[in-house]
């Protein structure tokens, strides 16, 4: 539609932009919101006459054609007689101020900048190191009404002087329940920079994290993936990765500056969120800017404990705000034109508290108050409180303005014109005319660049706010949540977040049990778990309160839902309970399958804290019921589950026979399912456990075919991940190459599809393949790393498998020392955790690592060990039980055990298939006869043993084997024959020292000088 040039709201725009000035800019000169001024400048509204008075004096309209313009401005005649040039001496328009001065001179609530000098010039210094490259963190304290806002505002006004970026969010306290609000705040900011830049810049992953909590980036970038519900603790971490990669995608090489006020009404997970932040303005320049009440500080244990953290980072200030002395108050009074006594006596009633002293102030500059009385009884005709001093200025205000202060003021934060016009039911000219004058008392004020509106001070929000009777609340509460309802909806969880807290507020306690759950449930879904389960315990808390305000069936999902959060927090107690709920009230109504269904949540339960033997117990009794009725498939679903539980206590024995019977249903009946994905997986776990890798294998195929027909990405990748440990060492086939391949192919599906429970297995298996195979620095980088991050996660199953991956590699290295330390610290966790998993392995490895350093009389514990490994039928451990066990024995010389463990080594690995462990059981063999002296038959048992090593390609056994030829071949006298396989040792040796380069470890190897 084309633009007309004849209107008032277009000549306005033209002369407005001949005077530089932005709409912003104009309506803090005429007093008016900059909503006012987009709403003139678009024709849908006409200036009232105040207003028109103001615009002809700011707009430097001459005396002489003022009457035109204010009949022009109110449609009275045309605007085409009205100059657009600009006069060089603009009458009553002020010079524009420059950046860097502007909020010096006066805020938007008119008053001087004073008093805060040094800190602002710590402001500056660090905006001046950010530039220079220097990143900081800055946390600003102290009470209400301290000037924290305000030098938050003259320290971005700096920035932007400096050509520095600023974003900024704010927290508000009916937001405190919703999980990320000041965050997503943030992030939309900082996306509406760099919307062109973000593609390129941010993975599909990261786009997919911030899409959980901005709908826009769905909605902008469609083929996102799916992310998974595994590892709370990682997604929370990629979150704010992803966040830290937009923000660097936003910085493009140059100083940026964050800003978050009020963080003392910031949720726990943005919390997190800004502490990472923090820390990584240690390495990139970056200045943030958080500001908070110091009285949260004494009273909230969450927030100090940020606060304290905060202060370990590099370059972390704490910046406490005191009172103003009574020298800068002269300066305030003084800059305003007041008479100079009055500084004294206003000081003294405000005790040198800013927003005190400016509410007072604008109370005198409106008339609201009379004048001093000059008595000499110190008699105050000023407001003695800042709460009275509030109340003057608003019951100044006209009655059209107090009730949309009142409205404004249960919203709790910022709030859009449309909204509020839909609460309060005005009509629009009136709403506007209201906000005017809102805006010229500095009651409330626009938010720049947001269509939105907030009041000036928090404390004004606060009074307006505890003024209302409670009745008025209440029905206030009701028309603003009626009126959030009846907006678009959209996919974001602080609507229902929101719209909670107003019907919370409002007794309507169904309305605001539905919001709560659904705010609840995605609270969850964004990881935020802490702030999910405060949600789900406040619903819970409501529904206990008001009898029937929900319904028995929505009660008893509650509960399941809560439950299911408390397991994902690993609140195991808590979901215990929960659960026991569901099961008492299923029960009670008849509903068997309900309550079947609620005690297989409460086995996982129990399965996902490691409690193994509830879980037992618990997934026994359910199956016995679905046996009783007859239901095949949740039966073969209970019994992988009680197979799984068993396998992770260590009972093998016992998961073969939950696992060969599920399989045995699912075939009988066809179930093509994903209980039948389940099955056969779990049936590989148990032949992989029992040290038959090539069943394993089958099984793993057969779980993986099942699991593409049906699309599920989770169980391909966990069965591509298996069949790559079912190849690799002892334990395996030993094919190396498949082994990598099948890693790699789990690896790439579980990164795309997200699926953080598969990746730390994953990654260590192929970190183990490249240390098998030589690449021993890469590995070691690996498995640290990785065992970090589960540490930090809090991942203890995983951690075993990263000590015993970590354990085999130092000891390839015959790095002892180092081995038992870490093999220590895994025998502790073992022994907090009461986890079993990988325990014999770890026994193991300490075991070696202590024979090397001389310690004797280690086959007892290890004799011990290899009993409960066979009582456990757990093969998978006994093999390096015995491989340890030859080792010890051999070292202690007795060369009889170490037979015993060579000859029943080669059994296991030619009933299985396991080629490396073949080549192992030879290598022990041949050791115990050179021992023994008998040299001849020695060499032909290392002999058979370098054949496998070789073929299989695993570095560390082809050193052993041949450095023990060498020897061998030097025992029987053929020096020419002792010489090449002493430099094929060395020539391995040689190889893994390159390979480790630069990651910190440095080889213990010893070439044909004593025997492992």
Known sequence: MQESTDSFGYWLRRRRKALDLTQEALAARVHCSGFTIRKIEADERRPSRPLADRLAIALGIPEEERAGFLAAARAVRAVHHLPLAVPVSVTGVEAPVPAAQAGRVADGDGMPFVGRELELGLMDE???????????????????????????????????????PVFQTNCYEIERGIPYQPVIALVSRLLDDAWTAVPGGLSAVSLAELAGIAPAVAERFQELPNLSGGFPEARQARLAHAIGQLIEVVRRDRPLVLVADNIHWADEASLRVLHFLARRSAEVPLLLIFACRDDALETDERLAGFAESLGREVGARRVPLHRLELAATER??????????????????????????????????????????????????LPDTLRTAVRGRIAQVPPAGRTVLEAASVFGGRFDFDTLLDATGMPEPELLDA?????????????????????????????????LGSARRRHLNRLVAEALERRPHDASHERDARLAEHFVRAHDWPRALRHLVVAASRAQALFALRDALDLFDRAVSLSEAHPGALDEVALVDLFERRGEARVQAGQTDG?????????????????????????????????????????????????EQAR????????????????????????????????????????EEGFRDLVAVQAFHGRGESHFASAEPREAIACYARSLELARAIGDRSYECENLMMIGHACTGTRGIGDYARATATFEQALSIAEA???????????????????????????????????????????VRYQFIAYAVIGQLLLDLDLAQRTAEFMDRAVVLARDTGIRYWVPTIEAHRAVALARLGERDLVPRLRS????????????????????????????????????????????????????????????????????KAYSRAEAAFLAADAIARDVGRMRLQLDVSSGLARTCDALGRDDDARRHGEAARSVARAIVASLGSCGLEAGLEVGGRSR
């Open 628 to 667: 009783a009725m007859h239901d095949p498939h949740q039966a073969a679903d209970i019994l992988y589950h009680l197979g799984t539980v068993a396998w992770s206590t260590g009972r093998n024995d016992r998961a073969v026979g939950f696992h060969a019977e599920a399989v045995h249903l699912c075939e």
């Open 435 to 467: 906000l005017d004058v809102l805006a010229r008392r500095h009651l409330l004020r626009e938010v720049p660049g947001e269509d939105s509106f907030d009041f000036s001070h928090d404390k004004i929000r606060e009074v307006v706010h505890d003024d």
């Open 332 to 381: 305030l009074l003084a800059s305003l034109g007041h008479a100079a006594g009055l500084a004294e006596r206003l000081h003294r009633e405000t005790d040198g508290n800013p927003f005190f002293l400016t509410s007072i102030l604008h109370a005198f500059d409106a008339g609201e108050l009379g004048p001093v009385g000059p008595g000499p009884d110190g008699h105050a005709l």
């Open 126 to 164: 660090l905006l001046r190191r950010a530039t220079a490259g220097t990143g900081a963190v800055v946390l600003i304290e102290g009470e209400p009404g301290i000037g924290k806002s305000r030098l938050i505002r003259e320290a971005a006004a700096v920035a932007r002087a400096r050509g520095l």
């Open 753 to 795: 599809a997200d699926l953080q429970w598969h990746v730390a297995p994953t990654v260590l298996g192929l970190e183990h393949v490249r240390a098998c195979t030589g690449h021993y620095g890469q590995a070691w980088s690996g498995m640290r790393d990785m065992l970090a991050t589960l540490e930090s996660l809090g991942q």
């Open 865 to 932: 060990v290899l009993d409960e490994t066979r009582e456990r039928a757990e093969r998978y451990h006994l093999v390096r039980c015995l491989d340890g066990l030859a080792e010890v024995a051999l070292a202690s010389g007795d060369t009889h055990c170490v037979h015993a463990c060579a000859d029943e080594l080669c059994a296991l690995a030619r009933a299985g298939g396991l080629r490396e462990l073949e080549a192992t059981a030879h290598r022990w063999r041949a050791e115990a006869l050179f021992a023994e």
């Open 575 to 623: 979901a215990v309970a929960d659960f026991g709920r569901v099961i008492t009230a299923a029960s009670a109504s008849g509903d068997e399958a309900r309550a079947r269904h609620a005690r297989i949540l409460l086995g996982m339960a129990y399965r996902r804290a490691d409690a193994y033997e509830h879980a037992t117990q618990c997934l026994f009794a359910v199956l």
